[in-house]
């Protein structure tokens, strides 16, 4: 059930209507309430990996009590390295079992064995790099005693489930959303009107702008043999507006919805392209990922090589961006995108000025003299983003190849996917950050209209399969 | 000996490159711009050098406040 789907638009107003007027008694029944939407939403994809939802929660969430109750470190760190074991053991089972087999079967082919290739029939269950995060960081607060464990379990199983961030997030933290289902809900006329514009805006980002730009992209992708150099950049870009539109278009409309529910989620998404450094884009891009990424992995490898200096922080920042790369996805393009990053990070660790976090914690107002360090910093994501789309590593470096040597002008540049749809999502971007003449409901009525022009063709979100 | 934040006070201001911060046993890293997570790595080999100790991943990860640092220090 996708949120731009005719189910979704039969599930949400239901869920809206009994959760404020019939199940409103309590925290404790709309929390519950929301458990079976949650669980209920989760299982039109598949029911059967409800279960495995359900597993993983009160593994985490016991293992969460254990670790909080207990005064002997031995017990809080067998426990929670139980529980980070299972939970990666599940992750790695299903999303990297068929990339692992079809690694060693490479491996021994390329030694003068002779093997056949083969997959294991493994459906990945949607959603599971995103509640699996949300479990590992509450065990690892436990853990690190930043947070006293739940005796809820209610609360916690809506904190892994709740609906609208189950399947592509945000990733929330124990620390902001739990104590929010700790208390009852009143309903807030003002937070459902924002919630609402979100929702709109998102759904402009998406169905508008992402799903226009996803065929130039698929077509440039894929037949770039076809296509010159010039056209090859557009498609990049292009895709660099579709991620953009797609992804932080999922996010708006996620907490949007939460809204309505009467819940806030975090921020995810701050303008990334107008980053003048890759520190600041990755403290701008995908914001619950990287703060996840830098708390859980890049803090701890530096702690471990600390005493390396500066040679250790780039080991910390390369691990942690390859396995960013990998938690996107099991292909060898993923890692050498992460990797990528990684090697981006040398300038600024080894510089005499040096470097200030994996994700800059200040943020200068933007000046016109940025821009050429804004467009420096875009140029590098969209290099990054060939690696990131491509199918295969060997097709990263073909399109690089192809895109290099024939460079010349074409007649069939894709003018719209390069100037308008960067402008839309600009404008739909300032409007939700900032009141103007633009937020009102003449505009909001022709958005409503554009996106049912353009709700013809339903496509997935990119993030999903993550 | 038991320290004080006037003792990690020096160290702070080494670290971040900032004079004018000030510091008490309820200080967290929100409270200062500069403490972010590459230079709280940074903070934590400048106590260790300075004091002469080495703390447990555990203990690093568990600090909240400097009130924490200074009861590591001190144990």
Request: net charge neutral; proline share 3%; with cysteine.
């Amino acid at each position: 059930m996708l949120f731009n789907s005719f189910e979704f638009l039969l599930f949400f107003p239901l869920v809206f209507i009994l959760h404020w007027f019939v199940f409103n008694n309590g925290k404790s029944s709309q929390n519950l309430f929301l458990i079976i939407a949650s669980y209920f939403f989760y299982s039109c994809w598949d029911w059967r990996f409800s279960f495995l939802l359900g597993f993983s929660t009160i593994l985490d969430y016991y293992s969460g009590l254990v670790i909080s109750n207990s005064n002997d470190l031995k017990t809080k760190r067998n426990w929670m390295r139980l529980s980070i074991f299972i939970n990666l053991g599940i992750l790695c089972y299903f999303k990297y079992t068929n990339f692992f087999i079809d690694s060693f079967i490479h491996l021994f082919n390329s030694i003068g064995f002779h093997c056949d290739p083969f997959t294991l029939n493994i459906i990945i269950p949607i959603g599971i790099s995103f509640y699996t995060f949300h479990g590992i960081s509450y065990v690892l607060d436990n853990y690190y005693g930043r947070i006293k464990a739940t005796t809820n379990l209610v609360e916690y199983s809506l904190f892994v489930s709740f609906f609208p961030l189950l399947v592509a997030g945000p990733i929330e933290r124990a620390t902001h959303l739990l104590p929010q289902l700790s208390r009852k809900r009143k309903f807030s006329y003002v937070q459902s009107i924002e919630g609402c514009r979100l929702i709109l805006w998102g759904m402009f980002k998406k169905v508008v702008i992402a799903d226009s730009l996803s065929p130039i992209v698929e077509d440039i992708f894929t037949n770039y043999q076809n296509h010159n150099g010039i056209t090859l950049i557009i498609g990049v870009i292009s895709f660099a507006f579709q991620v953009y539109g797609d992804f932080s278009g999922y996010t708006d409309i996620a907490r949007g919805i939460s809204k309505l529910l009467g819940i806030e989620l975090i921020l995810n998404f701050n303008f990334p392209y107008f980053s003048r450094s890759i520190p600041e884009f990755w403290s701008r891009w995908h914001i619950s990922l990287s703060s996840w990424l830098n708390d859980y992995v890049f803090t701890p490898l530096a702690l471990k090589f600390r005493h390396h200096e500066k040679y250790g922080i780039f080991i910390a920042i390369f691990i942690t961006f390859l396995i960013s790369g990998f938690w996107h996805g099991a292909g060898l393009h993923f890692i050498a995108w992460g990797g990528y990053y990684g090697l981006l990070y040398i300038p600024y660790i080894f510089s005499k000025k040096g470097i200030k976090s994996i994700v800059s914690k200040k943020s200068d107002p933007l000046k016109a003299s940025d821009l050429p360090k804004i467009i420096l910093t875009f140029s590098l994501v969209c290099l990054g983003y060939v690696f990131f789309r491509s199918p295969e590593l060997s097709h990263s470096f073909r399109f690089l190849d192809h895109l290099i040597s024939d460079c010349s002008l074409s007649q069939k540049v894709a003018y719209k996917s390069f100037l308008i749809y960067p402008l839309l999502i600009l404008l739909a971007d300032l409007i939700r950050f900032k009141s103007n003449f633009l937020d009102s409901i003449p505009v909001y009525i022709l958005i409503v209209l554009m996106i049912l022009h353009h709700s013809t063709n339903q496509s997935n979100f990119i993030y999903f399969k993550f | 000996m038991t320290h004080t934040t006037q003792d990690l006070l020096p160290i702070f201001r080494y670290v971040f490159e900032n004079d004018e911060i000030e510091i008490s046993e309820t200080t967290v890293a929100a409270d200062i711009p500069e403490w972010d997570s590459l230079n709280h790595i940074y903070l934590v080999v400048a106590i260790e050098k300075h004091f002469k100790v080495k703390f447990t991943t555990h203990q690093i990860q568990s600090w909240q406040c400097v009130g924490d640092i200074i009861t590591h220090l001190n144990l």
